[in-house]
């Protein structure tokens, strides 16, 4: 049974597996891409649990009452209140703003795989159907709701699939509704980054004890700030025990220079998101750096990362393509 709630969902806390007729809450919570604790919290304050109880204590939800909850997160997700969000969906006849109930009373939960082509008022395409319940935590503004769903996802997958399939989607559909909305949902946007960047500590919170020679810089170039991508690689590279320095946004050119010196690592990363940021002189300098003794003198290998390097990255420099080529990239470097 749930201590806090009650909900007598079984010893393990319940949330996986059906026991007769209906849903429990932990199913409810993965077809609606929420946190249960959402749910829960929808039930307590506004009034949405389900109608009938089954078995004593325990908790099932109906299709009309996962239908009702589809609206209440389809209302949610425009930006309404949530108190003036549950007086609509509490209404009888299903709202055009809200996507009908998608499954029937006792059908087997979404698989981990599942996808998503609807909800949250974001085009979010084919994806991984976490990703619909990040972005409406996001436009919620649900700090708990949105760290527990990343976290969830990054345990769930690991770093690279998670960043890959759920996280990168979420944030590009994000971006897209910021373009097509003027400023509207900038503050949307920093949200969900700021909670992307929170689970990454959270995932990762060590850092990799040095190796002589096999230490890997990453910085944004000069005028770059767009630095959440360099710190998904640093988690992920971490976890994999390579030790990383992270120099973060806008490196100036001289303290990149100085990092690079002191550190005497075996790759640097430089990222750029614009290729008005990205310097062809900048990589060829750093790749042309040496440091050692005479006759055993050594260069780092210069990844370039980012769009922004896209017909401007030097000649014989790595240009992995996405997460999991750039760290595959790191790993075989520091392992030379």
Do not use: N
């Amino acid at each position: 049974m749930d201590a806090a709630t009650g909900d007598g969902e079984g010893r393990d806390g319940g949330e996986g597996c059906s026991q007769g007729g209906g849903l429990t809450t932990g199913e409810v919570a993965r077809r609606l891409g929420v946190a249960p604790t959402t749910v829960r919290t929808w039930d307590r304050r506004y009034g949405l649990g389900p109608e009938g109880h089954t078995g004593g204590r325990h908790r099932r939800w109906t299709a009309r009452d996962v239908a009702r909850l589809e609206r209440m997160c389809a209302w949610t997700a425009t930006g309404l209140p949530p108190a003036e969000a549950a007086r609509l969906a509490r209404r009888e006849e299903p709202l055009t703003a809200a996507p009908p109930a998608r499954t029937g009373v006792g059908a087997p939960p979404f698989p981990a795989h599942a996808r998503s082509r609807a909800g949250s008022g974001m085009r979010l395409g084919d994806v991984r159907q976490e990703c619909r319940g990040i972005a409406r935590a996001a436009l919620r503004l649900d700090a708990a709701a949105l760290d527990e769903l990343l976290c969830t996802a990054i345990a769930e997958h690991g770093l690279v699939t998670a960043w890959t399939e759920v996280i990168m989607p979420t944030l590009q559909a994000v971006g897209r509704k910021w373009e097509t909305s003027g400023e509207k949902y900038v503050e949307v946007e920093h949200f969900l980054s700021w909670h992307v960047s929170g689970a990454l500590r959270r995932a990762v919170p060590h850092t990799a004890a040095d190796r002589r020679g096999a230490t890997t810089v990453l910085a944004c170039v000069p005028g770059e700030m767009h630095t959440l991508p360099l710190e998904v690689l640093s988690a992920a590279l971490t976890e994999r025990g390579v030790p990383v320095r992270m120099f973060g946004g806008a490196l100036p050119v001289e303290s990149l220079v100085s990092a690079v010196r002191r550190t005497g690592p075996a790759a640097v990363g430089l990222w750029a998101q614009s290729r008005t940021t990205a310097s062809r002189p900048l990589a060829q300098h750093v790749a042309g750096m040496e440091w050692g003794v005479r006759g055993a003198r050594r260069r780092p290998v210069v990844l370039t990362l980012g769009p922004g390097w896209a017909g401007q990255a030097p000649v014989g420099s790595a240009r992995p393509v996405g997460l999991a080529e750039a760290v595959a990239t790191l790993e075989s470097v520091v392992a030379q």
